[in-house]
C-alpha cells in the first residue's frame, strides 16, 4: 500500500500570508492526488484533483503542484475564510491533514 | 443538482446493529462509485470502501474488511454502510461521497467531488 506523509501538521498564518503544504508518497503516483479542504463540522470539500486541476468555483489562490512522490498545495494570499484542515489524498489514503491557524 | 443526502444522527449501544444510508440524486447513480469515509472525533480522514451501484462490485479498505458491510439498491438510488455489532470504537462521523476519475496522459486520478452531510454515529452503553 502507497503511504502518504503530510506535512506539517498544523500551521500559523496570517490573512495575506502565502501557504504550502505538503504531501509525500512512498512511492510514485503519477499526479494521482488530490486536496480537499474541511472546515469544523462540515463535510470535506475537493480544491484539486490530479495534483494541480483547481475544481470547478475553487479559488485562483490554490493551486496544486509537484510530481513523482512530492507533491505541494499553495494558497498564495490566505485570506480568513481559508482557516480551514486540509487533507491530501491518493486513491485509498488520506494525510494526516495540516491544521491552518490564525495566527 | 448533485446531492448526497445521510441519514440521521445514531446513538446505539455496544453489540447493536446499524444501517446508515447515503441516497444520490442529480446524477446517474449507477455510474459512479460511492465511497465510505470515517472520521473519528478530532482525528483524520480515512477511506472505508467503494461500491459501484451499477452491479453492486465493491472493495474495502483492509482496515475495514470484515468490520462493516457496504451495499447498494441502485432502484432507490441509495447507499448503504451496515454493522453487525457496534463498538465504542465505531463512534465516528461517517460520511459518503461519489468518487469521480480523470484520466489523462494513460493515468487516471481519483477522487471524491460530491460528499454527504455526514452521518454521526455513538456507540456507549
Known amino acids: 500500500d502507497i503511504q502518504m506523509t503530510q506535512s506539517p501538521s498544523s500551521l500559523s498564518a496570517s490573512v495575506g500570508d502565502r501557504v504550502t503544504i505538503t504531501c509525500r508518497a512512498s512511492q510514485g503516483i503519477s499526479n494521482s492526488l488530490a486536496w480537499y479542504q474541511q472546515k469544523p463540522g462540515k463535510a470535506p470539500k475537493l480544491l484539486l484533483y490530479?495534483?494541480?486541476r483547481l475544481e470547478s468555483g475553487v479559488p485562483s489562490r490554490f493551486s496544486g503542484s509537484g510530481s513523482g512522490t512530492d507533491y505541494t498545495l499553495t494558497i498564495s494570499s490566505l485570506q480568513p475564510e481559508d482557516f480551514a484542515t486540509y487533507y491530501c489524498?491518493?486513491?485509498?489514503?488520506f494525510g494526516q491533514g495540516t491544521k491552518v491557524e490564525i495566527k | 443538482e448533485v446531492q448526497l443526502v445521510q441519514s440521521g444522527a445514531e446513538v446505539k449501544k455496544p453489540g447493536e446493529s446499524l444501517k446508515i444510508s447515503c441516497k444520490g440524486s442529480g446524477y446517474s447513480f449507477t455510474s459512479y462509485w460511492i465511497g465510505w469515509v470515517r472520521q473519528m472525533p478530532g482525528k483524520g480522514l480515512e477511506w472505508m470502501g467503494i461500491i459501484y451501484p451499477g452491479d453492486s462490485d465493491t472493495r474495502y479498505s483492509p482496515s475495514f474488511q470484515g468490520q462493516v458491510t457496504i451495499s447498494a439498491d441502485k432502484s432507490i438510488s441509495t447507499a448503504y454502510l451496515q454493522w453487525s455489532s457496534l463498538k465504542a470504537s465505531d463512534t465516528a462521523m461517517y460520511y459518503c461521497?461519489?468518487?469521480?476519475?480523470?484520466?489523462?496522459?494513460?493515468?487516471?486520478?481519483?477522487?471524491?467531488?460530491?460528499w454527504g452531510q455526514g452521518t454521526l454515529v455513538t456507540v456507549s452503553s
Open positions: 489524498q491518493q486513491s485509498e489514503t
Open positions: 461521497a461519489r468518487r469521480a476519475r480523470y484520466c489523462s496522459g494513460g493515468s487516471c486520478s481519483h477522487n471524491f467531488d460530491y
Open positions: 490530479a495534483a494541480s
